[in-house]
């Protein structure tokens, strides 16, 4: 398996956690990521309606960069947002929906 890229997150706790940083390399990016039973996009999607479920806000952001770059869409994340209002809560929807907002703001 070729090394992944680390990330901002990864990066900002390696110096404090660093086990926990290198399992996240290894074992998530390097491992479970990489496994060619689901497509990174279909891992992305199912990533990012899982922290907007469990209110994972700080990963989020993170996670719907990596979703576009995966190849899911805007309109498609629009509609997990809006599907997971019904399931997850209304509250975890429109957060969700702010940290969208934030990104596609950014970039």
Do not use: C
């Amino acid at each position: 398996m070729p090394p992944q890229p680390t990330s901002p997150a990864r990066e900002a706790i390696r110096g404090t956690v660093p086990m926990l940083a290198e399992i996240s390399d290894k074992i998530i990016y390097g491992e479970v990521w990489e496994r060619p039973g689901l497509s990174k996009r279909d891992r992305s999607l199912i990533t990012v309606a899982t922290l907007i479920a469990l209110g994972r806000e700080k990963q989020l952001d993170g996670h719907l960069a990596r979703a576009l770059a995966n190849g899911v869409t805007k309109d498609e994340i629009a509609e997990i947002i809006t599907h997971l209002a019904f399931y997850a809560g209304w509250p975890a929807a429109m957060t969700a929906a702010t940290i969208a907002k934030d990104l596609y703001e950014k970039g």
